[in-house]
């Protein structure tokens, strides 16, 4: 896919943001790139993109803007600016029918708050955030689960498609976010429910590479026993197979579930798993290991031992 009639700015360049940007790089587009890590903007330099000195810089003549960054504070100060601190906020600088596309995981209220106040100038806001990992990033096969107005999800689709491979249009904006911290506490509870059942079958003697295979053709079946094996050296190429590095970390489970849990409240939903998992996630990282894949929650099991 080429996307050289597109100009790009992309704001935010971490583990996930950077191989974005590199993606459209390869698709073709300009690409113009900030972010508060020098080595960062460096790095997509050094592979096309041409650096800015700022987010005000980045967007200069962009046609479509976007941004993956930590937090909702972070997203809604990068376009609506920063009272505190007297900053003024990219919807006083971007053109009419600029396209935006914000990737971060955030809240769904901040992402309604900032496409209203984009929308009320004329600029066009899709909330997208993203999953997949960090390999999907690299690789080009994120999923994207977008909210937002349809015009605008047409409009997306070709620049989405040199980043992703599944794209979903989830509803109106706010709905993206929604879907992925829905998903993602599935997901938490899914490893969690992978983990405890590996570590009993260990417990009773059984080989865990056996039972997963077991598993893979019964009803236990699910998305970690397919493609991120808990349990060290059942699988290769998944973190738990390398001391649990790389990956989705732990924190950021956390955060999600956090999300998840006061999006459920304000809701009046009842997640009693999901809070169970919020709730062992957040032992986890008390214990030194916010920074490790969140599949090393099989540790906490495993751990788990009667001293005889």
């Known amino acids: 896919m080429s ?21 459209l790089l390869k698709a073709q587009a ?14 997509l330099k050094s592979q096309g993109a041409t650096a800015a000195n700022s987010a005000i810089d980045a967007v200069d003549g962009a046609d479509i803007v976007i941004s993956m960054l930590p937090a909702g504070k972070h997203v809604q100060s990068l376009y609506l600016g920063d009272s505190e601190r007297a900053t003024a906020g990219l ?19 901040t992402s309604i708050a900032v496409g209203t106040a984009l929308s009320e ?28 107005e349809e015009a605008a999800y047409q409009s997306a689709l070709p620049v989405l ?36 059942a590996l570590q009993m079958a260990i417990d009773n003697g059984l080989d865990p590479k056996v039972m997963s295979d077991i598993m893979l053709q019964s009803s236990g079946r699910n998305w ?5 094996n808990p349990c060290p050296d059942v699988m290769p190429n998944v973190p738990s197979s390398n001391d649990y590095k790389g990956g989705f970390m732990v924190d950021l489970m956390r955060k ?27 032992m986890h990282s008390m214990q030194g290991n916010g920074q490790r894949d969140f599949s090393s929650i099989f540790e906490l099991f495993s751990a788990q031992k009667p001293k005889i």
Do not use: W
């Open 3 to 23: 996307l050289l009639n597109y100009t790009i700015a992309f704001i935010g360049l971490g583990n996930m943001g950077g191989p974005m940007a590199a993606n």
């Open 30 to 43: 300009k690409v113009k790139v900030f972010d508060l890590v020098p080595g960062a903007v460096a790095e």
């Open 91 to 109: 919807m006083d600088v971007l053109g009419k029918n600029t396209l935006v596309i914000d990737s971060s995981t955030i809240d769904a209220a």
């Open 121 to 148: 100038k004329g600029i066009r806001f899709l909330d997208a955030p993203v999953s997949g990992g960090t390999a999907g990033a690299a690789a080009g096969t994120l999923t994207f689960i977008v909210g937002g």
């Open 161 to 196: 498609q040199a980043m992703g491979k599944n794209i979903f249009h989830a509803g109106q904006n706010g709905a993206g976010q929604i879907a992925k911290i829905c998903n993602n506490m599935l997901l938490s509870v899914l490893m969690l429910g992978t983990s405890e």
């Open 224 to 228: 970690t026993l397919e493609l991120y």
């Open 256 to 282: 999600d579930l956090g999300l998840a849990l006061d999006t459920a409240l304000k809701s009046h939903s009842s997640t009693p798993m999901g809070a169970m998992a919020q709730n062992l996630y957040n």
